[in-house]
């Protein structure tokens, strides 16, 4: 029989990772009550979700989600947004943030009950995974390679993009040597670049006085250059 096509055995929900556990919240005065599901950005939990697929953006809505803790309880996020990869070709990360636990009661699944689109009409209601928490190190969960551009890694005979479990930060040249990329010839190389970065390692840093020239944040996308065309 024919081996059966990736995309059939790949799974739609690819990465499910805590980013980080919000901060606690000020004590109640005489009283012991547990933290609100509401609470502040600063004490929102933050569980960041990698599709294999672009995401409909009119189809995102925060009561379509439900995660499991390792106590049992299950709870809701209270927003849900595309990013940390935010351009127009980037939708396949999702950020959830809400109460969903501590390093003691951690989430342990989500589950997606509501319906939740790709950008081609699938439906990827029903679509489950396992959460891993932010002591893990941070994994690469897919790569796609993109069209030539000119304005996207010049003077590169290729493009891959990868998605990552985390948000990445102070990457630099440095890092290049790091990447081993296989070839279809056998030959072993290492990307001639980065592209799709907000700031790189080797960047002077941004005084203190004006941190707008920081821009936003880097996002859990990376697109590698590569100088040969040999397929990767």
């Known amino acids: 029989p024919e081996a059966p096509d990736e995309a059939q055995i790949s799974p ?9 556990y919000g901060d606690p919240p000020p004590p109640l005065a005489e009283t012991t009550e547990a933290r609100m599901v509401e609470a502040s950005e ?14 409909d953006p009119m189809t995102v809505d925060a009561q379509s989600f439900a995660i499991v803790r390792a106590d049992g309880r299950r709870v809701r996020p209270t927003r849900a947004f595309l990013g940390p990869g935010d351009e127009r070709d980037e939708n396949r990360s999702l ?4 109460n969903f636990g501590d390093a003691e009661h951690p989430p342990v699944a989500i589950h997606i009950l509501g319906n939740l689109y790709a950008e081609d009409g699938e439906d990827l209601s029903g ?4 959460i891993i928490g932010p002591e893990e190190p941070d994994h690469l969960v897919l790569v796609e390679r993109l069209p030539s551009e000119a304005q996207r890694c010049p003077n590169a005979a290729q493009t891959l993009r990868t998605y990552w479990s985390d948000a990445l930060a102070e990457v630099g040249a440095a890092d290049l040597g790091t990447i081993d990329l296989t070839l279809a010839d056998g030959r072993r190389v290492t990307p001639l670049d980065f592209d799709d970065q907000a700031r790189r390692a080797e960047d002077e840093p941004c005084p203190a006085a004006f941190s707008s020239c920081l821009g936003p944040a880097d996002d859990n996308v ?7 065309e040999a397929a990767v």
């Open 222 to 228: 990376l697109d590698l250059c590569v100088a040969d």
């Open 95 to 98: 950020t959830l943030t809400g």
């Open 42 to 55: 600063a004490q929102d939990d933050r569980l960041l979700l990698v599709f294999a697929r672009q995401l």
């Open 127 to 130: 679509l489950d995974a396992q």
């Open 12 to 20: 739609l929900l690819l990465s499910a990772q805590i980013q980080r």
